[in-house]
């Protein structure tokens, strides 16, 4: 077996054992569910070249989907899941349809416009609670076998989940129809001049981003428990950039560490500014840990402005330059 | 690459700083620890925020810091009105850090998923901040205390006392979600009940910045009173176009949700003459007054209702485990159920078996400012309600704990 | 009384009158995009915080210096001109070689950078500020009740739309703008300072934005989140009117309030969403908007 596999058992071998090393069982899945969409997103971004500004609708529509099939209709856990992916999945092609025709700067604006229409919806639709969110939806028993209520059983349902979505990327990204997408993205007139139906791969390409980070969507439904309109923000669509833009662009394990590094940021930047604050006895920093919104914004314009390749994107060129020297 | 490097350096930083706690081992259990999520940087937090963690600090400090021996912690965090970053703090601190008992700031839909994971981990949930009635209606529990307010009282008492102190024709201007018609509804069935009638409603969508139009349509309605189903930026914009627009000496103001911040923020100009309801008014008593005080000295304002209330209601749980010598979950739920309340905040307050804690509330009008003596005095109380009244009555509650 | 589909014909009168109010908002805060968007290549996310920015530095210049607010009315735009000028400089200048996405990027985190800022010092729930005296009160229009400062919005705003436009189109200045953006190595060897050309359009762009702060600031609650939603109204609205097109920026802007004010008439449920269903038609229709040329 090549290293590559190797190093892919290894790390699945590492992730199945973390809950049994003292990590809280809720975070890594949260990770996980995040990690699966942001290399959803990477798929569209890093490898197509196109910036959705809108994706968080894909991660919404597809969490109070899946919410409601489960609380309401009663479906078994395996259902729910396909059922938010092909609601985001299908959402994926209606707004496809509509942004296809613009590219850059145009398709990123109309995605984003898009996407806050899908927010309205939401805000408006009896049927997601509004302002309260689909809440207490039953995790069910998988396959009629496991009952989903330990948090250890879902544990590793989600692993299984996000392996099989990375794997889909990896497949994806290494097929001729990968390889397209990748020339689109490098020089899109001469992709048209060598004959291929540019449009159709980029369609095809949105709607298959869209469709993962759906699943990624219902799954966090199930952690959770609950689907709320946060899930479908611009904010969120935002914060998924960011994930795939600190982890870097255009590399499989990128969106998973940038992810990681997320959401630890959002559930312990309060603790890191007191800390900081204690260290340096300046007050400000306990005031900047109380602010999520200020650190993601000053990452943000630090990662554009001199770290764009992201972190495993630093680290990929750092082992080529090493290797040339 | 001197930028890279830095950054490198300090995200490894980040993650050294931080990565203890994601290997937390279980704190022995000689502690009583309250932890309190609310919004700290977001749309709520001037109402409760990191002025109410200063409130809940307080109580512990004044109940001395200790009961029994056992020292009594508090954990805090920021919710960012994200449901699942609070149900999964929640989650954390239940699972990990033995909390004994979780305290609930704004936002319904972060306090609706927090009370579901106090109620599945069998613990103490005092929803302090939060207004939404499905917390002791349709997803009650017995683990879970509403404490301060909630949406019924606030819309049945300004419907009924408005009405009662002449206001009998009524134009709602509605946020066109679940909870502005939930609030319309409610003070409209009053109003009907009370005698008065409703001439009409336009809703607008959340989050419009601008109500002129919606204004206009008030205004040819010829009502007298014009109700505000809505709250937050939408009330204050409502209010500030109101007074713009003319609608305002015309028709008087019902704020069917508004805060002592919201009218701090729009000034007693714009404001003066609104109804609204309320359930704690710093100025309403000497012993409001005292603790207000004592607060300001320490925050740099005035309270509000929630904070009041956060205090309130940390010191009658550290009550709860005073009289009964434990902090065992069932145990306490039993005490603060049969025992009433009776400080700063509410006298003769009692906690029901569907986990509403019945207090009266009060009818305020906004003072105006020739009537106002200094920042912060800005109410009049036109007129006490007493709970039963206001609150929902346990025969029409959907709360399966109720024995009907 | 006349009606049209119900609703007296004075009742509507008033809301066209109104949503033309809104679309001058609309106009200039589009027009700033359309211009920097015109010669950078850059979606300024940050307009909107930007247009935040001029609201609070009228409020300031009140609270703290006790300046009133036509003083602001010249001041507020001239800082945040100067505050997208050093933006301009430091951050955005070094991008240009980039793909244009990394402007969008840097732009959006800038926004939430700023409004965090913002929030974590003055809190959410917004500041207090009057019209001045000589706009205060009303006139009775026979069909409604205007408020004066609404008139001078509106009055205000198509003046400095009017005035831009014709700087760009008909000016010597313009032409050479315009020119920069079909070519700017050309530009430059024709002497012109281009890149100084660049900054300040990008600063002129971030001062229409705090100008349409200044003027809301009586209007609306001065909130750090007052910027948030609105600009992606404004993002649709570019796009309808197709980015880079100054006149279309201006129509759109004006022509979109008047559409949400009817339908604040007819269908106020869907008065926040009628821009993106406008959005998505024309889109179907005319890839490039109204009045766009594809590029």
Request: charged share 15%; with cysteine; hydrophobic share 50%.
């Amino acid at each position: 077996m090549n290293r590559q596999a190797l190093l892919c058992i290894a790390l699945a071998a590492a992730v199945a054992v973390l809950p049994y090393v003292g990590v809280y069982p809720i975070f890594a899945m949260k990770v996980m569910c995040y990690a699966l969409f942001a290399c959803a997103f990477n798929l569209l971004l890093g490898y197509t070249g196109l910036l959705s500004f809108g994706h968080a609708a894909f991660l919404g529509s597809a969490a109070y989907a899946a919410g409601h099939a489960l609380k309401v209709w009663g479906l078994p856990p395996e259902l729910g899941l396909v059922f938010g992916a092909a609601c985001a999945t299908l959402l994926g092609l209606a707004f496809g349809l509509l942004a296809i025709r613009r590219s850059g700067i145009y398709f990123a604006m109309i995605t984003l416009a898009l996407a806050q229409m899908v927010y309205f919806f939401f805000l408006q639709a009896p049927f997601t609670g509004g302002e309260d969110g689909l809440q207490q939806v039953p995790r069910g028993m998988l396959f009629g076998l496991v009952d989903l209520r330990s948090d250890l059983a879902l544990y590793y349902l989600v692993m299984a989940v996000f392996a099989a979505g990375c794997f889909l990327v990896w497949r994806i990204v290494h097929s001729p129809f990968g390889q397209v997408l990748k020339a689109i993205r490098e020089n899109e007139p001469r992709a048209v001049s060598l004959g291929y139906d540019v449009d159709a791969y980029k369609l095809l390409a949105f709607v298959l981003s869209a469709g993962l980070a759906g699943l990624a969507g219902a799954t966090k439904t199930l952690v959770f428990v609950s689907a709320t309109l946060s899930d479908a923000t611009w904010q969120m669509s935002g914060l998924v950039i960011l994930m795939t833009l600190i982890g870097g662009l255009g590399t499989l394990t990128g969106p998973v560490v940038g992810a990681f590094i997320v959401v630890l940021l959002e559930n312990k930047v309060g603790d890191f500014g007191m800390a900081a604050a204690r260290l340096t006895g300046l007050d400000w920093f306990q005031r900047l840990g109380e602010s999520v919104t200020i650190v993601t914004g000053l990452i943000f314009v630090v990662c554009v402005m001199a770290f764009r390749r992201g972190i495993v994107g630093e680290l990929l060129a750092w082992r080529g330059r090493r290797r040339a020297a | 690459m001197t930028l890279r490097s830095l950054c490198a350096a300090a995200t490894a930083a980040g993650l050294a700083a931080t990565a203890p706690a994601l290997h937390a081992q279980g704190i022995s259990d000689d502690v009583i620890r309250i932890g309190f999520i609310t919004d700290m940087s977001s749309v709520y937090s001037d109402l409760d925020g990191p002025a109410g963690v200063q409130a809940i600090r307080m109580a512990i400090a004044d109940a001395g810091g200790e009961i029994a021996g056992k020292k009594i912690e508090l954990l805090f965090a920021d919710h960012q009105n994200k449901a699942d970053i609070a149900s999964a703090r929640a989650r954390e601190w239940f699972d990990q850090q033995r909390l004994d008992m979780l305290v609930g700031g704004t936002n319904s839909g972060t306090s609706l998923a927090m009370a579901a994971v106090a109620a599945e981990k069998k613990r103490p949930f005092i929803a302090i901040g939060a207004g939404a009635s499905d917390l002791t209606n349709a997803q009650c529990s017995p683990y879970t205390v509403h404490y301060a307010y909630d949406t019924v009282a606030l819309a049945r008492g300004t419907g009924s006392a408005v009405v009662k102190d002449g206001g009998k024709s009524w134009f709602f201007l509605t946020a066109d979600y679940a909870f502005g018609h939930a609030l319309e509804r409610d003070t409209a069935n009053v109003v009907k009940q009370a005698g008065g009638e409703v001439k009409g409603q336009v809703r607008a969508p959340l989050g419009a910045s601008d109500f002129s139009s919606f204004l206009l349509q008030a205004q040819s309605s010829g009502a007298q009173i014009l109700g505000l189903a809505n709250a937050g930026g939408d009330t204050i914009n409502s209010v500030k176009a109101a007074n713009e627009f003319g609608v305002t000496p015309a028709m008087k103001i019902a704020g069917l949700l508004v805060f002592i911040n919201d009218v701090h923020s729009l000034g007693l100009q714009a404001t003066q003459g609104m109804y609204l309801t309320d359930g704690w008014y710093w100025d309403q008593s000497d012993a409001a007054r005292a603790w207000a005080a004592k607060f300001e000295t320490a925050v740099g304002r005035k309270p509000s209702m929630v904070q009041a209330a956060d205090y309130s209601a940390a010191a009658f749980y550290l009550n709860a485990v005073k009289a009964t010598g434990t902090d065992d979950a069932d145990t306490v739920m039993k005490w603060m159920k049969s025992n009433r309340i009776d400080d700063f905040f509410t006298s003769g307050g009692y906690v029901r078996e569907d986990g509403r804690m019945v207090h009266d509330m009060y009818l305020m009008q906004v003072k105006t400012p020739a009537e106002s003596k200094g920042p912060w005095d800005y109410y009049k109380v036109v007129a006490t309600l007493p709970g039963e009244e206001v609150y929902t009555k346990l025969s029409e509650s959907t709360c399966k704990l109720v024995k009907k | 009384m006349t009606t049209v589909f119900g609703i007296p014909i004075q009742a509507l009168l008033g809301q066209l009158l109104l949503g033309l109010v809104n679309g001058s908002f609309y106009a200039v805060l589009s027009l700033g995009l359309a211009v920097i968007f015109g010669l950078l290549n850059v979606i300024n996310f940050a307009h909107g915080a930007l247009y935040m920015l001029g609201a609070f530095a009228a409020w300031m210049g009140y609270a703290y210096l006790g300046l009133n607010y036509w003083a602001m009315l010249l001041l507020a735009p001239l800082a945040v001109g100067a505050a997208g000028i050093v933006i301009e400089r430091l951050l955005l200048r070094h991008l240009y070689r980039l793909d244009h996405l990394y402007g969008l990027l840097l732009t959006f985190g800038l926004t939430l950078l700023i409004e965090g800022l913002m929030r974590s010092f003055y809190g959410v729930s917004g500041q207090p500020y009057s019209a001045p005296e000589a706009l205060r009160g009303a006139t009775n229009l026979g069909f409604m009740v205007l408020p004066n400062y609404r008139a001078w919005v509106v009055a205000a705003s198509v003046t400095v739309c009017l005035a831009t436009w014709f700087v760009i189109e008909r000016t010597r200045l313009g032409a050479l703008l315009r020119a920069a953006t079909e070519n700017a190595r050309l530009v430059e060897s024709f002497g012109v300072n281009v890149p100084l050309m660049v900054t300040l359009t990008y600063g002129f762009g971030v001062a229409l934005a705090g100008f349409a702060g200044v003027l809301a600031a009586p209007v609306l609650q001065i909130s750090p989140l007052m910027g948030s939603n609105l600009i992606i109204v404004v993002f649709a609205v570019v796009v309808i009117g197709g980015m880079g097109s100054i006149l279309g920026a201006i129509l759109t802007g004006l022509g979109l309030g008047v559409v949400e004010g009817l339908t604040k008439v007819f269908w106020p449920e869907a008065s926040s969403t009628v821009v993106f269903i406008v959005m998505a038609i024309v889109l179907l229709l005319r890839p490039a908007g109204l009045f766009g040329r594809e590029k």
